[in-house]
């Protein structure tokens, strides 16, 4: 079980680029979540979803986009990247339900836009 | 969203010593997690305690809900256990809030 794993680890953009971060999870859990993580903060939700095909927003979404084709995996876009997202973004997981809900956690991409 | 207050915001133990770390929280919550995110910044599940209480080896938790708060007790503390602890918590709006964090540092 390898759990939730992240691609990339590290990512360095110019401002206005575009990239995805890719999420991927095994253990068959109906929620998936990004979050960003500035520094000396806890983190914040970008967007979450409760299911394949289904997307939600969260505390910080502007100039994110997501998509969920797939149950297992969660995508997080950034359509012309700005150095106000920099930042480490964590990707989670967790089942659906009231008495199941503890998320687990990604290993993190640490994304710096110049 | 709710309000997640963590205090205090540093602590430095000696090894061996024992901590207490608390977490308040605005609002009724349906899930309580507490985390302890290392040096390298990976983020570590170490409680799911939306009520009642639990224990792992040298740490436990306890969660008062009527009260709105949360207690992370760390025993025989070592220097593995620096990092930051956080509190997060979801009120049934798939989004969990975290506090700043508890950054504890052990000295050997």
């Known amino acids: 079980n390898a759990g939730v794993t992240q691609t990339p680890k590290f990512r360095v953009l110019k401002t206005g680029q575009s990239m995805t971060l890719l999420c991927a999870q095994d253990?068959?859990?109906?929620?998936m979540y990004w979050y960003r993580q500035d520094p000396g903060m806890g983190l914040r939700l970008i967007h979450y979803s409760v299911g394949e095909g289904t997307t939600a927003k969260g505390e910080v979404p502007d100039g994110y986009n997501v998509s969920r084709l797939k149950k297992q995996n969660f995508l997080l876009g950034l359509e012309s990247a700005a150095p106000s997202q920099t930042s480490v973004y964590f990707c989670?997981?967790?089942?659906?339900?009231?008495?199941?809900?503890?998320?687990?956690f990604g290993p993190g991409t640490r994304l710096t836009v110049l | 969203g709710i309000q997640v207050e963590q205090s205090p915001p540093d602590l430095i133990l000696q090894e061996g010593a024992n901590s207490t770390l608390r977490c308040n929280f605005s609002d009724s919550v349906n899930n309580l997690q507490w985390f302890h995110q290392n040096p390298w910044g990976q983020l570590i599940n170490l409680f799911y305690?939306?009520?009642g209480t639990k224990q792992n080896g040298r740490l436990s938790a306890t969660t008062v809900a009527t009260e709105r708060y949360s207690l992370l007790y760390i025993s025989s503390s070592q220097t593995t256990d620096s990092g930051v602890y956080f509190c997060?918590?979801?009120?049934?709006?798939?989004?969990?809030?975290f506090g700043t964090g508890t950054r504890l540092t052990v000295i050997p």
């Open positions: 253990m068959n859990h109906e929620y």
């Open positions: 997060a918590v979801e009120a049934g709006a798939n989004n969990l809030f």
């Open positions: 305690i939306p009520s």
């Open positions: 989670a997981s967790s089942y659906r339900g009231l008495t199941r809900r503890e998320q687990f």
